[in-house]
């Protein structure tokens, strides 16, 4: 049987397979195994090219589900038993502070974390810093405005735009008279009139 | 070398302020001997973009320099070698070996003719505090965040901070807004006691209503900040959990007390920080107070 080329998560894998797996960690919530600790730290050299192209070009904020993807079809040849061990690479990245996550609401208005590249952290913070100023004086925008007044890097993505508003929102900065499941068509100040 | 984040929460003579707002000579709380002392600051200033360290505990966080030390019970331990401490070989995983880390848990001295008059000038200043906590830039007028609590939690709020009564609008992800409707009294009604200073402060987080606890976003750092301190400050036991715990997205709060007197750390997360504050104290070998928790110059 010929070695995998990445790590490999015991439970995903062949019992045959993993026996001649030698070195062993724990990566999320599977048990791993690879030929050698130095496999481990290729995969997350792999992992962390991947992420920042997806995440980079074109700029793009993304759920750890879609980050795993996006990383996934970066990779050549990645079996299910890798596959599932995207998601504690990623995290990995988290805690290093290469990856950067944004608080915010889906369309559902349930709060989540979007990641980002931590090299677009100083466009992604500004970006918010500018949409809410422009909020403070014009008391309300919608999600056109805010693609207008986003930088082209960031509002190139309407799933970036809708997770700025969200942001905002999630704060308790701006509110929304949409009901949950349609999205952020329109944000405004708490107590200003909506404009119908 | 003491370098905390901008939103870092000291104790000054009067209470919980904001690391930020500290100048030369003011004093802040440490500990010196195992007893509690007010020590001058010495030098204060911003400092240049830095590798740092949030530490997640039961006892609230506290994000420092890689450089700077915090009191353990191992003895002291800068962050960064905390953040070492967690186990590599746990790949995207919250695991480590950390020791406890030492939680102001003494009753503090008091500063004026009596502690009535200590109280009403805490009370006085968490009075506004809270409003600069909770205001946000409204349209025509001044508009106060709050959690979607219960009428009277909200009641107490306006009554005993803003001291007007307020339009409320309901909203999205937790959170509601006051609007009151005459301008916010300039001097409180009457004092707020120590009871009201925490029910108050809490009434900014979300409540959690089927189990008596608070969440907040876990990026609301001045607030989270202030509120552990104004907690500890008060003696009030307080359990906090950040969660999830790899990826800490928010904290919960309740009012309970720890399983031990220190700290156990939940998550350690490295960050890079733009907003860090210097600060060197005037007496040698004693131990700042930083949201609760003890560092070392």
């Known amino acids: 049987m010929k070695p995998p080329k990445h790590p490999v998560a015991v439970s995903r894998a062949s019992v045959r397979l993993v026996r001649e797996l030698p070195a062993e960690r724990k990566v999320g919530k599977f048990l791993a195994r690879a030929l050698s600790d130095e496999s481990f730290e290729r995969f997350q050299e792999l992992v962390l ?144 009139t909506p404009q119908l | 070398m003491l370098r905390l984040s901008s939103k870092a929460t000291l104790i000054g003579e009067s209470g919980p302020v904001p690391i930020s707002e500290l100048s030369v000579g003011d004093k802040v709380l440490c500990m010196a001997q195992g007893s509690p002392q007010f020590v001058v600051a010495d030098h204060v200033s911003q400092s240049a973009p830095a590798s740092a360290v949030r ?27 905390l953040a070492d401490l967690r ?44 409003m600069s906590l909770s205001q946000i830039p409204g349209g025509q007028s001044e508009v106060f965040r709050v959690g979607s609590h219960t009428k009277r939690v909200i009641d107490r709020f306006q009554d005993s901070v803003i001291g007007e009564s307020c339009a409320i609008e309901p909203g999205p992800a937790g959170w509601s807004w006051l609007s009151p409707k005459r301008p916010p009294r300039s001097t409180p009604s009457r004092d707020l006691d120590p009871t009201s200073m925490v029910d108050c402060a809490l009434a900014l987080w979300q409540p959690i209503l089927e189990e008596q606890a608070y969440r907040l976003p876990v990026e609301m750092e001045e607030l989270r900040s202030y509120t552990f301190t104004l907690l500890h400050y008060l003696g009030v036991p307080f359990e906090t959990s950040f969660r999830p715990r790899y990826l800490p997205m928010h904290v919960e709060l309740r009012l309970k007390p720890r399983e031990t007197p220190h700290a156990a750390v939940q998550a350690v997360l490295s960050v890079t920080m733009n907003n860090l504050v210097q600060l060197t104290l005037k007496a040698r070998g004693c131990y ?7 560092c070392s110059q």
Not at chain 1, 50 to 67: K, V
Not at chain 1, 157 to 173: E, T
């Open chain 2, 55 to 81: 530490l997640c505990t039961d006892a609230g966080d506290l994000l420092t320099a890689r450089d700077t030390a915090v009191v353990t019970s191992a003895g002291l331990r800068q962050a960064g070698e």
């Open chain 1, 49 to 192: 090219d991947a992420a920042l192209t997806s995440l980079e070009n074109p700029l793009r904020l993304l759920t750890l589900p879609h980050l795993c993807n996006a990383v996934a079809t970066r990779i050549p040849y990645l079996e299910d038993a890798s596959r599932v061990l995207l998601e504690g690479f990623s995290l990995e990245l988290v805690s290093q502070g290469k990856l950067l996550r944004l608080g915010t609401l889906s369309r559902e208005l349930e709060p989540y974390q979007a990641l980002y590249s931590s090299r677009c952290q100083p466009l992604v913070l500004d970006s918010l810093k500018s949409l809410y100023e422009v909020l403070c004086s014009e008391t309300a925008i919608s999600s056109q405005q805010a693609a207008h007044l986003l930088p082209s890097e960031l509002s190139a993505r309407n799933q970036n735009v809708q997770i700025a508003l969200g942001a905002l929102v999630y704060r308790g900065f701006a509110t929304t008279d949409a009901a949950p499941g349609v999205g952020f068509e329109t944000i405004r100040l708490p107590h200003v």
């Open chain 2, 288 to 294: 700042l107070i930083a949201s609760g928790l003890l």
């Open chain 2, 87 to 130: 186990d590599t070989r746990a790949i995207g995983r919250m695991q480590g070996s950390w020791p406890l880390l030492e939680v102001l848990s003494v009753v503090l001295p008091m500063r004026g003719k009596s502690k009535a008059a200590d109280l009403a000038k805490a009370g006085s200043d968490c009075r506004s505090r809270l």
